[in-house]
């Protein structure tokens, strides 16, 4: 044995042994967090996809400028195929890695007691995103709906105490800039394009949107572990719940008439799977990201919203719009860049 033999210590030996675990631990992680940003990103990008073409499914299941068919049992049908949806995948999950702790459907008081209040929320936000295209069209509504930046923004820094930086107000201010130019009315007496009412049910909507989403992460997040088709169910049978309750309230003689399917179409069956699948991607995005991450891929839709228009419809973009829509995307940059910088 040499010199150099003798110096290896038993030390050394173990260290040597345990190094091809360090490197396969280390590829094993690298692995999986190439994969949660993959989920992450595809998610991301699907959220927007759908989001984009919500407006446009609600547009095409009017007829002469009315719903013929119920808005509430629509909502409920998009409740209830989410609930389903959640379902498959847990039984998926069951038979690949049995019934945990993390993925068992508890059914104590403390975890069930938190999904009402969100449930509702979505529940009067997802109705008034029906009637409020009695006074906006596609591209406004999508315009409009970037107020819940604003509305997330401050829940966000009220509710969990997330600060914001100076660029982060800047872009709000933009935003709300944005979001008026875009309903400027150059072609009448009217200074705006959409009437009091539509802005009002357009700010209700986006504080709905932005107090349900906030709460919803905060749930969703208080326990990391618990998988997220767990936490989907319980929310969407909330909602199923309260729809229901809606529909005796409501509609209940028409339901009673002519059916609960009365009206639908194959658009509208279209629409309910879009708003059933966005609605995931919303709460995956939560899981995996936040809220803000959620507001930005609504504001990329806006953008594909007026370019399906056009092309489908051939809707008229004005220079209004076309200016709010630069303002609105300045804005949403200044508040990425101010999140990057914090």
């Not at 991301?44 to 049992?73: C, D, H, M, N, P």
Request: aromatic fraction near 14%.
């Amino acid at each position: 044995m040499n010199i150099m033999d003798e110096n290896i210590t038993e030390t050394d030996i173990e260290a040597l042994e345990r190094k091809p675990f360090l490197v396969a631990t280390t590829s094993s992680s690298a692995i999986m967090t190439n994969k949660l940003n993959f989920r992450k990103y595809f998610v991301i990008a699907a959220l927007t996809v759908l989001t984009s073409s919500q407006a446009i499914f609600i547009v095409w299941s009017k007829r002469a400028g009315k719903y013929e068919y119920s808005v509430i049992t629509a909502n409920f049908s998009v409740e209830a195929l989410k609930c389903v949806l959640s379902l498959v995948a847990l039984f998926k999950i069951w038979r690949r890695d049995g019934i945990t702790q993390d993925n068992k459907l508890s059914t104590s008081f403390d975890e069930v007691i938190l999904y009402p209040i969100p449930a509702m929320l979505y529940l009067i936000k997802n109705l008034l995103q029906y009637y409020i295209f009695a006074y906006v069209d596609a591209p406004a509504y999508q315009i409009l709906k970037n107020l819940n930046i604003i509305s997330t923004g401050v829940l966000y820094r009220l509710f969990l105490k997330k600060n914001l930086s100076a660029i982060q107000w800047a872009a709000f201010i933009l935003l709300c800039a944005g979001c008026t130019t875009a309903q400027l009315d150059t072609s009448s007496d009217r200074a705006l394009q959409t009437p009091l009412q539509g802005w009002i049910m357009a700010i209700v909507m986006a504080l709905l949107s932005g107090f349900a989403g906030v709460y919803t992460e905060a749930i969703i997040k208080k326990r990391p572990s618990r998988n997220i088709n767990v936490q989907n169910f319980w929310l969407y049978i909330f909602g199923m719940i309260f729809n229901l309750g809606a529909i005796f309230i409501q509609d209940f003689d028409d339901v009673f008439s002519n059916g609960f399917f009365h009206g639908y179409s194959f658009i509208i069956v279209c629409m309910i799977l879009n708003h059933a699948l966005s609605g995931i991607a919303v709460s995956m995005v939560m899981k995996y990201a936040d809220n803000i991450v959620k507001v930005y891929s609504t504001s990329v839709a806006m953008l594909l919203t007026a370019i399906l228009l056009k092309f489908l419809f051939g809707f008229h973009l004005s220079l209004s719009f076309l200016l709010g829509f630069t303002v609105v995307s300045v804005s949403i940059y200044l508040h990425r860049a101010g999140s990057s910088s914090k």
